[in-house]
T-cell receptor
Framework: DGGITQSPKYLFRKEGQNVTLSCEQN?????MYWYRQDPGQGLRLIYY???????QKGDIAEGYSVSREKKESFPLTVTSAQKNPTAFYLC?????????????FGPGTRLTVL | DAKTTQPPSMDCAEGRAANLPCNHS???????VYWYRQIHSQGPQYIIH???NNETNEMASLIITEDRKSSTLILPHATLRDTAVYYC??????????????FGTGTRLQVTL
């Protein structure tokens, strides 16, 4: 949303294949996040990164990997080890706003594993 | 984080004000009230946040009661494009990078002609 791009919008892969989801931002925000959203459910945190070359596991990191080689980019790889990868994937950035932190989201990538 | 309670659904006629309530009776003094919305098949969109004073931006107004136990998001002139699920959440001051967002079930707002 407003400076966060995710591509592609829809992605189809065969079971057993790794797939990489792109997330790029031009907001100059330091922190970036990956969430997963399943139908009718809330957000679940996969990974997050506070600065370049550093990232931390979220609540459901198993079967996923990330990298943060540039401030603008935080790609997510869904590996074949992820048991149920079909979901809506959301990338977000975070910025300090006064005394609080506000997160902004990209448009999402809907991954379907056949 | 404090829990929030929202009505599951609301209707609003196009052009009228949409008033979306949120109860956060267990909010603590160091927690902000945030509103996001999610249009079908899109990423969540940040709307507004506030601590204790009423806030207004180009999208909406946020009215927080004096005791901070509830708030109302006001869309002054709803349009069909405002049809979405609206989420009210509370987040501590100085959350830091490690804090994830947690959405509840939200309010599904349907704007009609």
């Amino acid at each position: 949303d407003g400076g966060i791009t995710q591509s592609p919008k829809y992605l189809f892969r065969k079971e057993g294949q790794n797939v990489t989801l792109s997330c790029e931002q031009n907001l100059n925000h330091d922190a970036m996040y990956w969430y997963r959203q399943d139908p009718g459910q809330g957000l679940r945190l996969i990974y997050y990164s506070q600065i370049v070359n550093d990232f931390q596991k979220g609540d459901i990191a198993e079967g996923y990997s990330v990298s943060r080689e540039k401030k603008e980019s935080f790609p997510l790889t869904v590996t074949s080890a992820q048991k149920n990868p079909t979901a809506f994937y959301l990338c977000a950035t975070q910025v300090r706003d006064g005394s609080t932190d506000t997160q902004y989201f990209g448009p999402g990538t809907r991954l379907t594993v056949l | 984080d404090a829990k929030t309670t929202q009505p599951p659904s609301m209707d609003c006629a196009e052009g009228r004000a949409a008033n979306l309530p949120c109860n956060h009776s267990t909010i603590s003094g160091n927690e902000y009230v945030y509103w996001y919305r999610q249009i079908h098949s899109q990423g969540p969109q940040y709307i507004i946040h506030g601590l204790k004073n009423n806030e207004t931006n180009e999208m909406a107004s946020l009215i927080i009661t004096e005791d901070r136990k509830s708030s109302t998001l006001i869309l002054p002139h709803a349009t069909l494009r405002d049809t979405a699920v609206y989420y009210c959440i509370v987040r501590p001051i100085g959350t830091g990078t490690a804090s994830k967002l947690t959405f509840g079930t939200g309010t599904r707002l349907q704007v009609t002609l």
